[in-house]
Protein backbone atom coordinates (compact mmCIF):
# COMPACT_ATOMS: atom_id res chain seq x y z
CA UNK A 1 0.00 0.00 0.00
CA UNK A 2 1.38 3.46 -0.95
CA UNK A 3 1.25 6.17 2.03
CA UNK A 4 1.40 9.60 0.82
CA UNK A 5 2.62 12.66 2.53
CA UNK A 6 2.17 16.30 1.03
CA UNK A 7 4.44 19.34 1.53
CA UNK A 8 3.26 22.93 1.60
CA UNK A 9 6.47 24.57 1.38
CA UNK A 10 9.31 27.30 0.11
CA UNK A 11 11.61 26.48 -2.51
CA UNK A 12 15.72 26.70 -1.13
CA UNK A 13 17.34 26.74 -4.57
CA UNK A 14 20.88 25.36 -3.31
CA UNK A 15 19.24 21.58 -1.78
CA UNK A 16 19.53 22.35 1.55
CA UNK A 17 16.23 23.39 2.73
CA UNK A 18 12.39 23.91 2.73
CA UNK A 19 10.62 21.90 -0.27
CA UNK A 20 13.74 20.38 -2.07
CA UNK A 21 14.75 18.65 1.95
CA UNK A 22 11.11 17.39 2.57
CA UNK A 23 10.79 15.38 -0.71
CA UNK A 24 13.80 13.95 -0.30
CA UNK A 25 13.32 12.77 2.89
CA UNK A 26 9.86 11.61 2.35
CA UNK A 27 11.50 9.47 -0.56
CA UNK A 28 13.86 8.42 2.25
CA UNK A 29 11.19 6.74 4.25
CA UNK A 30 9.52 5.30 2.00
CA UNK A 31 6.66 7.54 1.23
CA UNK A 32 5.00 8.74 -2.02
CA UNK A 33 5.96 12.64 -1.62
CA UNK A 34 3.89 15.49 -3.11
CA UNK A 35 4.29 19.09 -2.92
CA UNK A 36 2.82 22.64 -2.87
CA UNK A 37 5.28 25.47 -3.60
CA UNK A 38 4.65 28.69 -1.78
CA UNK A 39 7.52 30.86 -2.21
CA UNK A 40 11.01 30.71 -3.63
CA UNK A 41 13.84 31.54 -1.73
CA UNK A 42 17.39 31.74 -3.68
CA UNK A 43 20.05 33.24 -1.30
CA UNK A 44 22.38 35.75 -2.88
CA UNK A 45 25.91 34.67 -3.07
CA UNK A 46 26.96 38.27 -3.79
CA UNK A 47 25.64 39.50 -0.62
CA UNK A 48 26.32 37.27 1.84
CA UNK A 49 23.65 34.78 1.46
CA UNK A 50 21.32 36.82 1.90
CA UNK A 51 17.93 35.95 1.32
CA UNK A 52 15.90 36.90 -1.89
CA UNK A 53 12.09 35.86 -1.52
CA UNK A 54 9.58 35.56 -4.18
CA UNK A 55 5.96 34.80 -3.05
CA UNK A 56 3.92 32.47 -5.18
CA UNK A 57 0.78 34.21 -6.13
CA UNK A 58 -2.32 33.16 -4.08
CA UNK A 59 -4.37 32.15 -6.88
CA UNK A 60 -1.42 29.50 -7.71
CA UNK A 61 -1.12 27.86 -4.35
CA UNK A 62 -5.02 27.17 -4.00
CA UNK A 63 -4.78 25.28 -7.73
CA UNK A 64 -1.67 23.44 -6.47
CA UNK A 65 -3.49 22.59 -3.31
CA UNK A 66 -6.88 21.82 -5.90
CA UNK A 67 -4.73 19.40 -7.68
CA UNK A 68 -2.41 17.45 -5.07
CA UNK A 69 -6.17 16.92 -3.25
CA UNK A 70 -7.98 15.87 -5.90
CA UNK A 71 -5.35 13.62 -7.07
CA UNK A 72 -4.83 11.58 -4.14
CA UNK A 73 -7.11 11.08 -0.93
CA UNK A 74 -4.35 12.53 1.49
CA UNK A 75 -4.47 12.96 5.56
CA UNK A 76 -1.48 14.30 6.21
CA UNK A 77 0.62 17.38 5.30
CA UNK A 78 3.16 18.92 6.18
CA UNK A 79 3.46 22.70 6.36
CA UNK A 80 6.99 24.68 6.08
CA UNK A 81 7.66 28.23 5.11
CA UNK A 82 4.39 30.50 4.34
CA UNK A 83 6.45 33.85 4.70
CA UNK A 84 3.17 36.21 3.64
CA UNK A 85 -0.32 37.23 5.34
CA UNK A 86 -1.75 35.94 1.65
CA UNK A 87 0.10 32.79 1.75
CA UNK A 88 -0.86 32.14 4.89
CA UNK A 89 -4.74 32.95 4.15
CA UNK A 90 -4.58 30.87 0.78
CA UNK A 91 -3.13 28.01 2.43
CA UNK A 92 -5.82 28.07 5.51
CA UNK A 93 -8.01 28.25 2.55
CA UNK A 94 -6.89 25.33 0.49
CA UNK A 95 -6.59 22.84 3.84
CA UNK A 96 -10.13 23.80 4.84
CA UNK A 97 -11.23 22.17 1.50
CA UNK A 98 -10.97 18.18 3.43
CA UNK A 99 -10.63 16.87 7.12
CA UNK A 100 -6.55 16.14 7.72
CA UNK A 101 -5.78 13.74 10.25
CA UNK A 102 -2.22 15.00 10.06
CA UNK A 103 -0.90 18.44 9.60
CA UNK A 104 2.68 19.14 10.81
CA UNK A 105 3.13 22.80 11.11
CA UNK A 106 7.44 23.90 11.26
CA UNK A 107 6.64 27.29 12.29
CA UNK A 108 9.12 29.13 10.46
CA UNK A 109 9.57 32.24 11.40
CA UNK A 110 13.68 32.74 10.14
CA UNK A 111 15.44 31.50 8.06
CA UNK A 112 19.32 30.93 8.35
CA UNK A 113 20.78 34.71 7.42
CA UNK A 114 17.64 36.01 8.05
CA UNK A 115 17.00 39.05 10.14
CA UNK A 116 13.91 38.12 12.57
CA UNK A 117 12.41 41.63 12.50
CA UNK A 118 11.39 40.39 8.88
CA UNK A 119 9.31 37.41 9.36
CA UNK A 120 7.00 38.80 12.57
CA UNK A 121 4.41 40.39 10.63
CA UNK A 122 3.17 37.00 9.72
CA UNK A 123 3.23 35.77 13.21
CA UNK A 124 0.23 36.69 14.37
CA UNK A 125 -1.56 35.41 11.06
CA UNK A 126 0.11 32.06 11.11
CA UNK A 127 -1.03 31.29 15.19
CA UNK A 128 -4.51 32.76 13.85
CA UNK A 129 -5.33 30.22 10.75
CA UNK A 130 -2.69 27.79 10.80
CA UNK A 131 -1.16 27.23 14.35
CA UNK A 132 -4.91 26.60 15.41
CA UNK A 133 -5.70 23.91 12.61
CA UNK A 134 -2.26 22.21 13.36
CA UNK A 135 -1.93 18.46 14.92
CA UNK A 136 1.94 18.41 15.47
CA UNK A 137 4.17 21.76 15.46
CA UNK A 138 7.94 21.33 15.75
CA UNK A 139 9.54 25.04 17.14
CA UNK A 140 12.86 25.87 17.23
CA UNK A 141 14.22 27.55 20.29
CA UNK A 142 13.69 31.17 18.24
CA UNK A 143 10.59 30.20 17.34
CA UNK A 144 9.00 28.43 20.54
CA UNK A 145 10.11 31.94 22.53
CA UNK A 146 8.33 33.70 19.98
CA UNK A 147 4.86 31.67 19.97
CA UNK A 148 5.26 31.33 23.69
CA UNK A 149 5.51 34.46 24.58
CA UNK A 150 8.73 33.53 26.70
CA UNK A 151 12.22 35.60 26.17
CA UNK A 152 14.62 32.67 27.01
CA UNK A 153 14.66 28.87 27.04
CA UNK A 154 17.14 28.33 29.73
CA UNK A 155 16.31 24.86 31.44
CA UNK A 156 14.60 21.49 30.36
CA UNK A 157 11.14 23.18 32.44
CA UNK A 158 11.31 26.33 30.05
CA UNK A 159 11.29 23.95 26.70
CA UNK A 160 8.60 21.99 28.82
CA UNK A 161 6.63 25.16 29.41
CA UNK A 162 7.03 26.65 26.04
CA UNK A 163 5.84 23.33 24.43
CA UNK A 164 2.49 23.08 26.73
CA UNK A 165 2.08 26.84 25.87
CA UNK A 166 2.17 26.21 22.12
CA UNK A 167 0.11 23.28 22.65
CA UNK A 168 -2.72 25.73 24.16
CA UNK A 169 -2.60 27.52 20.92
CA UNK A 170 -3.76 24.04 19.24
CA UNK A 171 -1.45 21.75 18.34
CA UNK A 172 -1.99 18.47 20.55
CA UNK A 173 1.57 17.81 20.07
CA UNK A 174 4.56 20.07 20.29
CA UNK A 175 8.57 19.69 19.89
CA UNK A 176 10.19 22.06 21.23
CA UNK A 177 14.11 22.18 19.80
CA UNK A 178 16.57 23.40 21.73
CA UNK A 179 19.19 23.22 18.92
CA UNK A 180 22.23 25.25 19.65
CA UNK A 181 20.78 27.75 21.51
CA UNK A 182 19.87 25.84 24.18
CA UNK A 183 23.03 26.03 27.50
CA UNK A 184 25.06 23.23 27.20
CA UNK A 185 26.83 20.76 25.47
CA UNK A 186 23.59 18.65 24.69
CA UNK A 187 20.69 18.68 21.78
CA UNK A 188 17.51 18.77 23.67
CA UNK A 189 14.25 18.67 22.36
CA UNK A 190 10.71 18.60 24.44
CA UNK A 191 7.87 16.72 22.65
CA UNK A 192 4.54 17.59 24.72
CA UNK A 193 2.54 14.59 23.69
CA UNK A 194 -0.81 16.42 24.47
CA UNK A 195 -0.38 14.57 28.17
CA UNK A 196 3.21 14.35 29.35
CA UNK A 197 6.71 15.84 28.23
CA UNK A 198 9.02 13.13 26.42
CA UNK A 199 12.77 14.28 27.14
CA UNK A 200 15.26 13.71 23.91
CA UNK A 201 18.97 14.84 23.91
CA UNK A 202 21.64 13.84 21.95
CA UNK A 203 25.26 15.45 22.49
CA UNK A 204 25.88 18.37 19.97
CA UNK A 205 27.73 18.02 17.00
CA UNK A 206 29.38 20.82 17.03
CA UNK A 207 28.08 24.60 17.85
CA UNK A 208 26.80 25.92 14.17
CA UNK A 209 23.40 25.66 13.06
CA UNK A 210 23.10 23.24 9.96
CA UNK A 211 20.74 24.12 7.54
CA UNK A 212 17.24 22.04 6.98
CA UNK A 213 17.73 20.11 10.44
CA UNK A 214 14.33 21.48 11.18
CA UNK A 215 12.94 20.53 7.89
CA UNK A 216 14.00 17.08 7.78
CA UNK A 217 13.01 16.33 11.47
CA UNK A 218 9.30 17.70 10.44
CA UNK A 219 9.08 16.38 7.11
CA UNK A 220 10.73 12.59 8.68
CA UNK A 221 7.53 13.06 11.28
CA UNK A 222 5.41 13.87 8.74
CA UNK A 223 6.22 10.63 6.72
CA UNK A 224 6.34 8.42 9.43
CA UNK A 225 2.89 9.52 10.80
CA UNK A 226 1.82 8.94 6.95
CA UNK A 227 2.86 5.18 7.16
CA UNK A 228 0.82 5.49 10.21
CA UNK A 229 3.40 5.38 13.32
CA UNK A 230 2.08 7.65 16.32
CA UNK A 231 4.05 10.24 17.59
CA UNK A 232 6.45 8.89 19.54
CA UNK A 233 7.56 6.44 17.00
CA UNK A 234 8.05 9.22 14.45
CA UNK A 235 9.67 11.55 16.81
CA UNK A 236 12.15 8.65 17.34
CA UNK A 237 12.82 8.25 14.00
CA UNK A 238 12.77 11.64 12.56
CA UNK A 239 15.73 12.71 15.58
CA UNK A 240 17.50 9.37 14.43
CA UNK A 241 17.80 10.57 10.57
CA UNK A 242 18.39 14.67 11.67
CA UNK A 243 21.36 13.04 13.54
CA UNK A 244 22.66 10.71 10.93
CA UNK A 245 21.59 14.02 9.00
CA UNK A 246 24.51 16.37 11.10
CA UNK A 247 27.10 13.50 11.49
CA UNK A 248 27.25 13.28 7.52
CA UNK A 249 26.86 17.05 6.91
CA UNK A 250 27.29 18.84 2.99
CA UNK A 251 29.65 21.59 3.00
CA UNK A 252 29.53 23.75 0.08
CA UNK A 253 30.91 27.40 -0.58
CA UNK A 254 27.96 28.36 1.56
CA UNK A 255 29.03 29.57 4.99
CA UNK A 256 26.84 27.46 6.41
CA UNK A 257 26.49 23.53 5.93
CA UNK A 258 23.76 21.21 5.07
CA UNK A 259 22.41 17.92 6.17
CA UNK A 260 22.65 14.72 4.38
CA UNK A 261 19.04 13.44 3.63
CA UNK A 262 19.27 9.85 4.30
CA UNK A 263 21.21 7.11 6.06
CA UNK A 264 23.04 5.69 2.44
CA UNK A 265 26.21 7.96 2.81
CA UNK A 266 26.61 6.55 6.54
CA UNK A 267 26.64 3.02 4.98
CA UNK A 268 29.06 3.74 2.27
CA UNK A 269 31.47 5.56 4.68
CA UNK A 270 30.91 2.63 7.93
O1 LIG B 1 15.13 26.16 7.25
C1 LIG B 1 14.04 26.97 7.09
C2 LIG B 1 13.65 27.19 5.67
C3 LIG B 1 12.46 26.65 5.22
N1 LIG B 1 12.03 26.82 3.96
C4 LIG B 1 12.76 27.53 3.07
C5 LIG B 1 13.98 28.09 3.43
C6 LIG B 1 14.43 27.92 4.77
C7 LIG B 1 15.72 28.50 5.16
O2 LIG B 1 16.48 28.97 4.39
O3 LIG B 1 14.67 28.80 2.54
C8 LIG B 1 12.25 27.68 1.69
Redesign the pocket.
Known amino acids: MVSFAYTI ?4 ATGG ?3 QVDLKTFHQLGVYGMGTLT ?1 I ?1 SFDPKNNWG ?1 RLVQIPPQVIKDQIEAATAAHDLDTVKI ?2 LGHPDTIEAVAAGLAGQEWKNIVLDP ?1 LI ?2 GQEPGAALDTDNLLREKILSQATVATPNYFEACTLAGMEALNTIDDLKEAAQRISDLGPRCVIVKGGTEFPGDHAIDVLWDGEEAHIYSTPQIGKERV ?2 A ?2 TLAAAITAELAKGADIHEAVRIAKDMVQVGIVNRVGGNTPFDTVWQGAYRMQENA
Open positions: AGSEAGFCVHGMVCKSGGC
